[in-house]
């Protein structure tokens, strides 16, 4: 997040809600799924289980920052220009 630092305050304040949130529900669920809970009885376990939340939050932020851009790119254009290029982007990507 500091590498790439937001344009706005707010966008800021967005991207770092948003990486929480991604880290907190993301990570519960993957130590969930994983059964990987039991971690926390060892200081070790504890700081894997602390990786796993901040893996989980960096997908959160690379979402965010992608429709940021997408959003500031496209500011001057009306909402069927925007639905036009999110299909046209839809379609390269499924049919190469």
């Known amino acids: 997040m500091v590498m790439t630092l937001p344009r706005a305050r707010g966008e800021w304040a967005v991207a770092l809600i948003s990486t929480v949130i ?3 529900g993301g990570g519960a669920t993957v130590i969930q799924y994983f059964g990987v809970a039991h971690w ?7 700081m894997a289980l602390g990786g796993i939340y901040f893996i989980c939050g960096l997908p ?8 940021f851009n997408f959003i500031n790119k496209r500011r001057d254009a ?17 049919h190469g």
């Open 22 to 24: 991604a880290s907190l």
């Open 60 to 67: 959160g932020w690379a979402f965010v920052r992608w429709v």
């Open 40 to 46: 926390i009885g060892s200081s070790n376990g504890a």
């Open 78 to 94: 009306d909402l069927a220009e925007v639905v036009d290029d999110v299909r046209e982007s839809l379609h390269k990507a499924n």
